[in-house]
């Protein structure tokens, strides 16, 4: 067993270890984890919370001795099924909250197999650490570009199509799993919490070249529920904005297609539309919920751009920073892929 002291993210992946394991319960997991970890916890919430009570209440014998035997218990249902099939060669590194008992515990025994492990120094509150200084005490580690344009642009979708043609990307959007928007939540799913957008987003960052221009899409200081870091939000208003200009036409296609989630729940999107309401005419909400119920996917996008995002947009607009101005006459895959050769081109 290796106890590893992490001094950047960036050793996460230049330590080459097969695989992060992260030991502790499901709820800790659920909050924050390295970004790739699997869970195998050795206690679950209530044996750790078991544990706890007899710890500070009875015994911190006997709770040492419950949680060793919980441990081995839970140690071998990960033995016998996620761990069943590893080779020799395997090499995992383990951590838990602080790098104490239950990350050594289990480091312990699957070194005993022959197994080659690694026990993170500190745990996650040391990883924890490393994020913060990333997030909250460094300046962003590479120039900035910014994807802006009103909504409907097909931002996102050329913003991968840049990335897929070698441009340096940061897919805000894809870590905070929303698409910015009051209709921006894909129906059924969640967004991570703060402390996991975080840790996504600081990971992300570690693996940016910080010779090359980074492209991001424009955004708020908040995605959804989430909120950006202050030196992240300052990079971006600060950073020189390529914008993509298209007609209201084909920017509702566009949307009727990139929505089709959403297109496909009724309910949702009438309460999405509903949600309007402080901001707009009652008989437009009504509009807009007859055009929706009746299927008018592409009239109901150009209503809601014309009517609330782009009158929004022009509001909020910034023109400190410099701009390029990318037109298209439409938004289809074509179209899209040669916007995205020119920002290329652009990002040098």
Not at 95 to 102: D, E, K, P, T
Not at 136 to 148: G, H, I, K, Q, T
Not at 305 to 331: C, G, I, K, Q, W
């Amino acid at each position: 067993m290796r106890q590893i002291t992490l001094t950047t993210l960036a050793d996460l992946s230049r330590l080459g270890f097969d695989e992060v394991i992260d030991a502790r319960s499901p709820s800790e997991f659920a909050e924050d984890h390295v970004p790739g970890a699997v869970n195998l916890p050795v206690l679950n919430d209530s044996e750790r919370a078991q544990v706890g009570t007899v710890y500070t209440r009875e015994s911190r014998f006997r709770a040492r001795r419950m949680g060793a035997a919980l441990v081995a218990r839970n140690a071998a249902l990960h033995l016998e099924g996620y761990l069943a099939d590893k080779p020799a060669s395997y090499r995992p590194l383990v951590y838990c909250w602080r790098g104490g008992q239950r990350s050594g515990s289990f480091a312990l025994i699957l070194g005993q197999i022959g197994w080659q492990v690694g026990v993170i120094d500190g745990g996650w509150r040391s990883y924890r650490r490393l994020v913060a200084d990333a997030l909250y005490d460094r300046p962003f580690p590479a120039p900035v570009f910014m994807l802006d344009g009103n909504t409907g642009t097909a931002k996102t979708a050329i913003l991968q199509e840049v990335a897929a043609r070698g441009g340096q990307v940061l897919d805000l959007e894809g870590l905070a799993a929303h698409r910015g928007s009051l209709f921006g939540l894909v129906p059924g799913s969640a967004q991570p919490s703060q402390k996991g957008f975080e840790s996504a987003l600081a990971m992300a960052m570690a693996g940016l070249d910080p010779t090359r221009p980074v492209l991001v899409e424009a955004e708020s200081n908040r995605i959804g529920a989430l909120r950006l870091p202050p030196a992240l939000w300052q990079a971006m208003r600060d950073a020189p904005r390529l914008v993509v200009e298209a007609p209201l036409e084909a920017r509702a296609r566009w949307l009727a297609t990139a929505y089709a989630d959403l297109v496909g729940d009724p309910a949702q999107l009438q309460t999405r539309i509903a949600a309007l309401a402080p901001y707009q005419p009652r008989e437009r909400i009504a509009q807009w919920q007859a055009m929706a119920a009746a299927g008018e996917f592409q009239a109901l996008a150009a209503g809601l751009m014309a009517h609330h995002y782009d009158p929004r947009y022009a509001r909020s607009r910034r023109t400190e920073a410099p701009e390029t101005v990318f037109n298209a006459a439409s938004l289809d895959s074509t179209e899209r892929a040669a916007l995205a050769e020119r920002i290329v081109a652009r990002l040098g």
